[in-house]
């Protein structure tokens, strides 16, 4: 989508720097819309890839197994009255951190993740750190409980990163 509109704008903003000073001023007003357009595409980015539903295996793989960030996946059901309120009351939480990813998955399509995390009972959530789990909680839990796994995978989620920092020195 970038690609496109910067496809769109490129040659019209080059065409501008070439221009004679009077065509300039209309170039004056092009410019301001390429920046907005990538700034609008690029925030909607970055949240599209901080909440995601996971369609199977192999997108469990990639998405969660193999995050640099800390992932939290819930497994909720479309008929699961908790689950209508914990997933939107988790999207709320989440919805400003840049550290933590949020993994929505159906239980009712990916039979084979329930198997191999033997969720037993929905909601369920885990918390995954490097592929692996770090922390869970079943069944409908208060903000507070949502609030101290988040901020606990923010704390080893910083203090991940400070040890990288001193190997890297």
Request: glycine share 2%.
């Amino acid at each position: 989508m970038l690609k496109i509109a910067s496809e769109g704008l490129m040659p019209r903003l080059v065409a501008c720097v070439q221009a004679s000073s009077s065509a300039q001023s209309a170039c004056q007003r092009l410019a301001p819309l390429a920046v907005s357009a990538t700034q609008k595409f690029l925030s909607q980015s970055q949240i599209a890839n901080k909440k995601f539903t996971v369609k199977d295996h192999y997108e469990f793989d990639q998405k969660v197994i193999n995050s640099d960030n800390p992932v939290i996946v819930n497994f909720h059901a479309e008929w699961c009255d908790p689950c209508k309120i914990l997933t939107p009351k988790m999207e709320e939480l989440l919805e400003n951190s840049n550290e933590i990813d949020l993994a929505i998955i159906d239980v009712e399509n990916n039979t084979e993740l329930v198997e191999t995390f033997e969720v037993k009972a929905v909601p369920a959530v885990l918390a995954f750190r490097n592929g692996v789990v770090v922390d869970k909680f079943i069944g409908l839990v208060d903000a507070n409980s949502i609030e101290s796994l988040i901020d606990k995978l923010k704390k080893k989620n910083r203090k991940s990163a400070e040890l990288d920092d001193k190997d890297a020195k």
